[in-house]
């Protein structure tokens, strides 16, 4: 199995900037790609961004310019740096990663157990 331990969150004011990390660890043989993911209250979750292991990133237009992804492969750990925080960036966030596990071919996700991100205005 595939374990992923998340860091970074808490409570930030508006304007400023919290970075989230994500470690995975356990069986893996190969990670395809990790990402972020939020979910607000009375609301699905929603992507935030993602990276392949080839480093192709995907943010959405809501983080787009503000909230950058990035990763450290030989860690097997992604990040998210988040600067110029709203209120409406406060969620659960997520930390996702498709990988496949040792003496295995087919990739599954795996999910963390979430971090809190309070925006207060």
């Known amino acids: 199995q595939v374990q992923l331990v998340e860091s970074g969150g808490g409570l930030v004011q508006a304007g400023g900037s919290l970075r989230l990390s994500c470690a995975a660890s356990g069986s893996i043989y190969s990670i395809i790609g990790m990402g972020w993911y939020r979910q607000a209250p009375g609301e699905q979750r929603k992507l935030v961004a993602t990276?392949?292991?080839?480093?192709?990133?995907n943010h959405a237009d809501s983080v787009k310019g503000r909230f950058t992804i990035s990763r450290d492969n030989a860690k097997n750990t992604v990040y998210l740096q988040m600067n110029s925080l709203k209120p409406e960036d406060t969620a659960v966030y997520y930390c996702?990663?498709?990988?496949?596990?040792?003496?295995?071919?087919?990739?599954?996700?795996?999910w963390g157990q979430g971090t809190q991100v309070t925006v207060s205005s």
């Open positions: 996702n990663c498709n990988a496949r596990s040792t003496g295995g071919v087919l990739p599954r996700n795996y």
């Open positions: 990276i392949t292991s080839g480093g192709f990133t």
